[in-house]
Structure formats: structure tokens, C-alpha cells
């Protein structure tokens, strides 16, 4: 009877073998998936009663399962874009949340791994020079630490595939986008979801969405870069113009600013301001420029008027980069780097705290650089032993003391060694 009910398509009464009366009929039609309610063993007398209780009742059922019929498909739809939607958001507010590559690559990835709920997240990018991909970020929510690039064996076939064809790759485990602007730039990948489910459209829409804001975010982060890197460029043809007068006496070498930007990511700065910083190490002394060679070449002690020239510098420094609009940050570095922690510096006698940190971190490492290098003014040069034993002396006079602990770490765990080495090699230290 349930068959003929479900042939016909529509409700059926039958005898049951106990001589009573039974009916079929259809509860939701909807297609090949019908959904049936058959009762038997009815009484005669109650028959007609019991048909039409039942099919208000069955209507009132029928009208509601449609309704959720409806809200699921409805949910099935708009939620890979609501999920999308709010992936664009969160992407946006990468965007602005960081213009370093190598800090926005692993957020990018981790995001990824996060809204699709996968084990592993890897990011590609194409260097167009050699025409070859380079892994960028890599991301395995398994592993509590970060996963060193260099020791992640990672196939990369399908990220040719991708690129070769310019297409989306799925299958059950692995969905892999093309990142393209004007042309492919790279490829995001993710493997495994951690529910162990396979991967569905729905995945593959949201991942290629996130996929075209992460292209927005990484280019603006190239650009970023290489403008950064052609600041760069230009602060060194200034500091080699400068140098071609009197040799280090208005720059100071790379491992100068080696030690600088150590102790920078030693207090763990952010990457805005270890960019100021760099670009305030290699042009901290540019307002020499404005003092007489003699004043500067001067071996015997300075008198007044001459320390005075020699202490408007900052001031002067500041005002050759002040028209730079990429070097406002690095400005007040420049200005204030002969600062004392107790107040006693110049120009404007700042104390503790109210010295910009970039400026306390250059001025620990010019107080070095100025023991073990040899000098105009001085007979001699401390060793490196003596002259960070100095240093430690000048913690919380001269000196910010929590600078200083950063600078010690350097010290013991051999990294200044090794930039003092370099700086051996050009100049003429103990």
C-alpha cells in the first residue's frame, strides 16, 4: 500500500487484514524524496472523524516542514557568504593592521586555516626575476610554535598546477586558489579539514574570496616595500655623499646600525618603528654637515662656543631629513639621540620615558661604538670588554637601563661579537 501511495503520489485508503479501515497519504511531496504517514486498524465509525483531524493537523505538519525545507536551503546558501562577507572584513582590517610582508603573509595564512577550519594553511608567491614560486608562509595548527620555512618539505605541484592552469584545484583534502592581479602572483593552499569532512563548493567560493581581498592586502605590501627599499636606497647615496667629505664622521657603518636594529627586536618593536629606527641610524649625525671640518677633526678639547656648534647638530640633522615626508617618523630619533636618561643631554634635556625609545636604543649604541672606535678627540679606543663594562656603568645615568639589559643579550648571547667582527673589518678597532 505504501508503494502504491508513493507511485500515485497522493493519498490511498485500503482494508487491513483485520477487516478495519487504513489510509496512506502523502505528509510532504517534494520530488523523488516524498515524506508518507500510513495508520490502519481504524474503525469505521471514527473514520470520516479521524480524516479530517488528520488532515488539518497534516497540513499544519506539511506547512512547517516546508518552511524548514526552506530556512535550510536558505542557511545553506547565505551562509558560504556571510562567511565570506565577514572574511573580506577581517582581510580588511589585515590590510591595516600591517605593511610588512612577513608579518601579513602568516596572518593571511592563519586566517585561512582558521575560517575553513583546516590543519595546515601554505602561501606561495611567485618571484617574477626567476620565474619560480618561493614558500612565504606556512602554518600547522598541530604545531604550538612557528614551523621554520626552511626544514618544511613541501610539495608544491599542485601550486604549478594552479598557476599553470589559472584555475581553482579541489578534491577531498586540499583546496588551492591562484592569487591574481594583473597576472598570478601566488597561490593559497589548505589541506585537512580538522572535522575530517571532505571539501565542498561552498569552501571553494569562500577560500577564492578570501583569496582576491589577500591579493589586495600583499600588493599593497609589495608596493610598500619597494618604496621602502627605494628610501632605503636614496638614505645610502645620501650617507656615501656625506662620507666622501670626512669618513665616518656623519654616518656611521652597517654594523652600527646592525647593533642598533638588534636591540630593537630585542624590545620586541613593531615593524613601523624598526623601519624609523634603521633610517634614523645610518642619518643621525647628517647635521655634522653644518660644522666646520676643524671643529670636527679637532684633537684637543673643545672650548664653548665650539660645544655649542657641536650640539646644535641633532637639530641640524632633523632639519635636512625634515623634508622627506618617509623620514617624519625617524625624525624625533634623530633630534633627541643625545638625550640623557637622567636628563642632563641636549638639546631639550629630556628625561627617561619622554625620550622617544628609538632614540634611547641609538644612543646606548653610539656610546659603544664611540669607546671601541678611534677618534679625533680622543688619544685611544677601549676594548670591547671594557667598553661594555662602561656601558653597563651608564644604566639609569646616561643611560635607559632597560636598553641596556636588551644590549646585554646581545653580549651573551654572542650576537654583538659577531657584528663587531664585521665592523673590524673596515674599521680600525681593538
Avoid: W
Wanted: glycine residues 6%; proline residues 4%; charged residues 25%.
Amino acid at each position: 500500500h505504501f508503494n502504491k501511495a508513493v507511485s500515485l503520489n497522493h493519498a490511498i485508503k485500503f482494508g487491513c487484514p483485520a477487516g478495519l479501515s487504513g489510509f496512506i497519504f502523502p505528509l510532504v511531496l517534494n520530488g523523488d524524496n516524498g515524506i508518507f504517514i500510513g495508520i490502519c486498524h481504524i474503525k469505521g465509525a471514527v473514520l470520516e472523524l479521524a480524516l479530517e483531524n488528520l488532515n488539518i493537523a497534516v497540513k499544519v505538519i506539511a506547512e512547517k516542514i516546508k518552511k524548514e525545507q526552506e530556512l535550510t536551503k536558505l542557511y545553506e546558501t547565505v551562509r558560504p557568504r556571510a562567511i565570506a562577507l565577514s572574511t573580506v572584513h577581517t582581510v580588511h582590517r589585515l590590510i591595516g593592521s600591517t605593511l610588512n610582508l612577513d608579518e601579513l603573509l602568516p596572518r593571511i595564512a592563519r586566517l585561512s586555516a582558521q575560517v575553513l577550519r583546516t590543519k595546515r594553511c601554505a602561501i606561495t608567491l611567485v618571484d617574477l626575476s626567476k620565474k619560480e614560486m618561493e614558500l612565504k608562509a606556512f602554518i600547522d595548527i598541530n604545531k604550538k610554535q612557528a614551523v621554520s620555512l626552511k626544514k618544511i618539505n613541501l610539495k608544491l605541484n599542485i601550486e604549478r598546477k594552479v598557476i599553470e592552469s589559472e584555475s581553482v584545484y579541489i578534491d577531498k583534502k586540499c583546496i588551492c586558489v591562484p592569487l591574481i592581479d594583473q597576472e598570478i602572483i601566488g597561490t593559497i593552499r589548505v589541506e585537512d579539514k580538522q572535522d575530517k569532512n571532505p571539501f565542498t563548493n561552498f569552501d571553494k567560493e569562500i577560500l577564492t574570496v578570501l583569496g582576491e581581498q589577500a591579493v589586495i592586502a600583499i600588493k599593497n605590501a609589495q608596493l610598500y616595500e619597494e618604496r621602502g627599499n627605494m628610501l632605503l636606497g636614496s638614505i645610502k647615496s645620501l650617507s656615501a655623499m656625506l662620507d666622501t667629505r670626512l669618513p665616518n664622521t656623519y654616518t656611521h657603518p652597517m654594523g652600527f646600525v646592525d647593533i642598533v636594529l638588534e636591540i630593537g627586536k630585542e624590545l620586541k618593536l613593531p615593524a613601523e618603528n624598526m623601519e624609523a629606527l634603521k633610517y634614523a641610524a645610518l642619518l643621525m649625525d647628517a647635521g655634522k654637515i653644518s660644522i666646520p671640518d676643524e671643529i670636527l677633526m679637532k684633537p684637543d678639547k673643545l672650548t664653548g662656543k665650539e660645544y655649542s656648534l657641536i650640539k646644535e647638530h641633532p637639530l641640524k640633522g632633523a632639519e635636512i631629513v625634515g623634508s622627506i615626508d618617509a623620514m617624519k617618523p625617524a625624525i624625533p630619533l634623530i633630534l633627541h639621540h643625545h638625550e640623557r636618561y637622567d636628563g642632563k643631554g641636549y638639546p631639550e634635556g629630556l628625561k627617561g620615558d619622554c625620550i622617544p625609545i628609538g632614540a634611547r636604543i641609538i644612543a646606548v649604541a653610539d656610546a659603544f661604538e664611540a669607546m671601541i672606535c678611534k677618534r679625533p678627540y680622543k688619544k685611544g679606543s677601549l676594548n670591547i670588554k671594557d667598553a661594555v663594562c662602561e656601558i653597563k656603568k651608564a644604566a639609569g645615568t646616561q643611560l635607559d637601563p632597560i636598553v641596556v639589559d636588551a644590549f646585554f643579550n646581545l653580549v651573551r648571547d654572542g650576537r654583538l661579537k659577531n657584528i663587531v667582527c664585521r665592523l673590524q673589518e673596515k674599521d680600525n678597532l681593538k
